[in-house]
């Protein structure tokens, strides 16, 4: 960068988008979550050999 850019920058700039990928983050996630748990019948297997299912 040169020093016109670094004089434009602002503090803020890094947390806020910081915060605003980590909310887009939660959003994917609890939008998988609700998915897996809203359907019929599913499997998930996680990391540790846990395994979920449930359904008919």
């Given at each position: 960068m040169n020093t016109k850019?670094?004089?434009?920058?602002?503090?803020?700039?890094?947390?806020t988008l910081t915060a605003v990928m980590a909310i887009l983050a939660a959003a994917i996630v609890a939008a998988v979550i609700c998915s897996l748990v809203m359907s019929?019948?599913?499997?998930?297997?996680?990391?540790?050999g846990w395994n979920f299912s449930w359904g008919s």
């Open positions: 850019s670094l004089k434009k920058t602002r503090v803020g700039e890094a947390i019929d019948s599913g499997t998930v297997t996680i990391p540790g």
